[in-house]
């Protein structure tokens, strides 16, 4: 049902279904105690969790490994005043195990970025919510 004010809830599967047209999100967490938000590429794992590849030692890893942070990605068109917005909100890990980590391997994400010592850090969909935005007026 769309809003007057032009937004719609999504349910999960429609988040999760946009999350997989979408290339790069955000992840939100913690970094000294301040809030920051890091743009990465990212696939999605058939159970719904987030996947993105880093380097082991990187500031990210230090600061997601076990902790709950949030993930968003979007897609708006300016013209149409249209779009949508998913956030994922659960706990972030260091994927460990090495099946895990050969399966995504061949399945995960690619780093946009040269990775010397590349990890997989996997963000659990605990919680998934998301609204779409309709064009309701064609007003400036």
Do not use: K
């Not at 890893?61 to 942070?69: H, I, L, Y």
């Not at 010592?117 to 779409?132: H, L, P, Q």
Request: aromatic letters at 6%; hydrophobic letters at 45%; charged letters at 25%.
């Amino acid at each position: 049902m769309i809003h007057s004010d032009g937004f719609r809830a999504l349910d999960r599967q429609e988040c999760l279904r946009l999350l997989g047209e979408v290339p790069v999100g955000r992840v939100v967490y913690t970094r000294q105690a301040l809030p920051a938000v890091l743009p990465v590429n990212f696939t999605l794992d058939p159970d719904g969790a987030v996947v993105l590849r880093t380097s082991a030692g990187s500031d990210l890893v230090r600061a997601v490994d076990g902790v709950v942070v949030a993930f968003e990605a979007d897609d708006f068109h300016a013209g149409r005043r249209s779009g949508w917005s998913v956030v994922v909100t659960g706990r972030a890990a260091v994927v460990t195990d090495p099946a895990e980590h050969e399966r995504l391997l061949r399945t995960g994400p690619r780093s946009w970025m040269p990775l010397r010592d590349g990890v997989f850090v996997r963000i659990e969909s605990e919680m998934v919510a998301g609204r779409e935005l309709a064009a309701v007026g064609a007003g400036p």
